[in-house]
């Protein structure tokens, strides 16, 4: 019977053998050594060529561990460099960016006759557009209020709520924590990456949190900026409504069965189906605009159009190293990004919309008009 070593190919025997510096020790390196040493090589010669993604030397991984306390006021105000879309926010041009926004629930009119009971970051249906560059710590802060008096009035009742924000590289089960009503969680981290990334509740079920209302957008520009100059800058984000056959106690409430189902009722730009058809956006023919872009979904893909142009740039997920040139749809599923950028050729009224077209139909379009 052959002994172990008598069965454990040696480079003798093997296609390397022509490998002079290892046939001074033909045992030594055997095959299923030597094979992961030529792979780690290869790779490694490879890597050399490859630029580095790492998009700054001083990527900040995690965070000081988050703090959570009893609310200290009442005050629902919004601090940072936030704006509601489609407007974009200033930068804050400090290293540490201070964030403040709460959670309430609301009822909000998603059209005329159509009050629905939200649940609402920042006091608004998607919560504010925050806009960081790549570099920027964000101290945030976020209080519970569903408890507050105008929730009790609504008939609605206080639930446990938390943020999730994808711009961020942290333990989630720290950061994204859930509070309680009339607590507040304070944290910081930092934007490692440029895009356009969403924030969402993250508190089970998530789906309902998120068919409530509770969805934003972050913005994070390059250190230096995108590259290129343009007259005008949008946020549209995308999200479908699960909405209860009836009123019920004089609002429509969020249907699960329904978003199980992946049925949508509406689906809407910036939180209302439809209202850049009532109030269309004014931009000017033959200026450069760029518009950020986010599928919440949260179920449903989009195939985001505007008839009349083609975007000559698009940036998947918002980071410029991503370009793809000349699209006229951008396709995205839920929870992705995009930036485009375009002009509108000619003085017109130009529709954009969800080419899925049932999407479309059920409030995923409306109007830029170029004067
Ligand atoms: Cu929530």
Redesign the pocket.
């Known amino acids: 019977m052959p002994s172990p070593s008598q069965n454990v190919p040696t480079l003798k025997s093997s296609r390397f053998r022509y490998h002079k510096p290892l046939q001074a020790h033909p045992r030594k390196y055997s095959i299923p050594l030597f094979l992961p040493l030529l792979i780690l090589g290869l790779s490694s010669c490879q890597n050399a060529s490859i630029p580095s993604t790492k998009p700054n030397a001083n990527m900040v991984l995690g965070g000081p561990p988050a703090v959570v306390s009893p609310a200290s006021d009442k005050d629902t105000s919004i601090r940072g460099p936030l704006a509601y879309a489609p407007n974009v926010p200033p930068l804050d041009p400090s290293d540490t960016v201070l964030v403040k926004f709460d959670?309430t629930h609301r009822i909000v009119q998603l059209r005329n006759g159509m009050p629905f009971s939200a649940?609402l970051f920042g006091n608004a249906l998607p919560g504010p557009v925050l806009h960081l560059k790549v570099g920027q710590t964000v101290k945030f802060m976020m209080t519970n209020r569903s408890d507050d008096s105008m929730t009790m009035q609504a008939g609605m009742h206080p639930?446990?709520?938390?943020i999730d924000f994808h711009a961020a590289m942290v333990n989630p089960a720290d950061k994204w924590r859930s509070i309680n009503p009339g607590e507040t969680i304070s944290m910081s981290w930092t934007a490692n990456y440029p895009g356009v990334f969403m924030y969402h509740?993250g508190?089970p079920m998530v789906l309902l949190?998120m068919i409530?209302g509770?969805f934003g957008m972050v913005i994070v520009d390059p250190a230096d900026g995108f590259p290129g100059k343009v007259d005008q800058e949008l946020a549209l984000i995308q999200n479908e409504f699960y909405l209860s056959e009836k009123p019920v106690d004089g609002h429509y409430t969020a249907d699960t069965v329904l978003a199980m189902k992946k049925q949508p009722s509406l689906v809407a730009f910036n939180g209302k189906p439809n209202q850049y058809f009532l109030h269309p956006i004014h931009v000017k023919a033959g200026k450069r605009i760029r518009m950020y872009l986010l599928n919440v979904g949260p179920n449903n893909a989009s195939s985001f159009h505007i008839i009349g142009t083609i975007f000559d740039k698009v940036w998947i997920e918002g980071n410029p190293k991503n370009q793809l040139l000349g699209m006229d749809v951008v396709s995205l599923p839920p929870a992705t990004s995009a930036i485009v950028e375009f002009t509108l050729p000619e003085k017109g009224r130009y529709t954009f919309l969800d080419h899925s077209f049932a999407d479309a139909e059920m409030g995923a379009s409306g109007e830029l008009i170029a004067d």
Request: net charge neutral; with cysteine.
């Open positions: 959670v649940w639930m446990p709520h938390s509740c508190t949190h409530s509770m």
